[in-house]
């Protein structure tokens, strides 16, 4: 009589044997590709390339450089905004001899831009309740320009009343940074420019009050004019 040998437990195989239903799985895998369809792609390194709207936009801009160049350049004429230059017969230009006369309105004008705009503007009116207005003003169309003369040399300390509106602003002493002919040059164009109507002002009057007032402090510690100072010299000529 032979003993009975037990029959083996059956073996698991596949995922059945880590407790994964098959048919669960089957319905996992395929549903795989739709999922990895909406990933997105893993960042590598390398050059992207360019947008067309960033291409397109520097274009445009590399155009517009060009034109500007053209439009402003004087044709790339080195003495073009120089003040002394003039013509020559046949297009260019040339530097003028260095004592030919400047014009006076062009180089108060550069003057100007550069050292009283700031403060006074563009236009000459200056800024309301800080710089005083140099349009209308009454301390520019004097008859003589002696006042002008020594506030530019040396400076304005102190409260000033124009055009009926009191200004205390210190104004600074341009006498190191300005020659004579640019103070003449400057205060001939503010005398007569925004509808102002006075006199120019020559470079020998310039050039006599600095001498006259040489001992008025030393370079870079000019004493400035007050006003009580001021109206004790004489604005006729």
Same mark, same amino acid.
């Given at each position: 009589?032979n003993?009975?040998?037990p029959?083996?437990?059956?073996t698991?195989?596949g995922?059945a044997?880590n407790g994964?239903?098959?048919?669960?799985?089957?319905?996992q895998?395929s549903g795989?590709?739709?999922a990895v369809?909406?990933?997105?792609?893993?960042?590598g390194?390398g050059?992207?390339?360019?947008?067309?709207?960033?291409?397109?936009?520097m274009?445009?801009?590399?155009?517009?450089?060009g034109w500007?160049l053209?439009?402003?350049?004087g044709?790339?004429?080195?003495l073009?905004?120089?003040e002394r230059?003039?013509l020559?017969l046949g297009g260019g230009m040339t +530097?003028?001899? =260095?004592?030919?006369?400047l014009?006076?309105?062009?180089?108060?004008r550069? @003057?100007?831009a550069?050292?009283?705009? #700031?403060?006074h503007q563009?236009n000459?009116l200056?800024?309301?309740?800080q710089?005083?207005?140099?349009?209308?003003?009454?301390?520019?169309?004097?008859?003589?320009?002696a006042?002008?003369?020594?506030i530019?040399?040396?400076?304005l300390?102190?409260p000033?009343?124009?055009?009926?509106q009191?200004?205390?602003?210190?104004?600074?002493?341009?006498?190191?940074?300005?020659?004579?002919a640019e103070?003449? +040059?400057?205060? =001939?164009?503010?005398r007569q420019?925004?509808g102002?109507?006075a006199?120019? @002002?020559e470079?020998?009057e310039?050039? #006599?009050?600095?001498?006259?007032?040489?001992?008025?402090?030393?370079?870079g510690?000019w004493?400035?004019?007050?006003?009580s100072?001021?109206?004790?010299?004489?604005d006729?000529?």
């Amino acid at each position: 009589m032979n003993p009975e040998v037990p029959t083996p437990p059956e073996t698991p195989s596949g995922n059945a044997r880590n407790g994964v239903n098959p048919a669960e799985d089957r319905r996992q895998v395929s549903g795989a590709p739709a999922a990895v369809s909406r990933e997105k792609p893993e960042p590598g390194e390398g050059h992207q390339p360019i947008s067309l709207w960033v291409i397109a936009f520097m274009g445009a801009l590399l155009f517009w450089g060009g034109w500007y160049l053209q439009r402003y350049s004087g044709n790339y004429e080195p003495l073009v905004y120089d003040e002394r230059a003039t013509l020559k017969l046949g297009g260019g230009m040339t +530097a003028a001899p =260095t004592n030919a006369p400047l014009d006076p309105l062009k180089l108060g004008r550069r @003057v100007y831009a550069q050292v009283c705009q #700031t403060c006074h503007q563009e236009n000459g009116l200056g800024v309301a309740g800080q710089y005083p207005p140099l349009a209308q003003s009454e301390w520019v169309q004097a008859p003589s320009p002696a006042r002008l003369i020594r506030i530019v040399l040396n400076g304005l300390s102190g409260p000033i009343q124009v055009a009926g509106q009191t200004y205390d602003n210190a104004m600074p002493a341009w006498r190191d940074d300005l020659s004579d002919a640019e103070v003449a +040059a400057v205060l =001939t164009f503010i005398r007569q420019e925004w509808g102002n109507q006075a006199s120019p @002002v020559e470079f020998e009057e310039v050039r #006599t009050i600095r001498e006259q007032t040489a001992n008025r402090g030393s370079r870079g510690l000019w004493t400035a004019w007050t006003v009580s100072e001021l109206q004790q010299i004489s604005d006729t000529r």
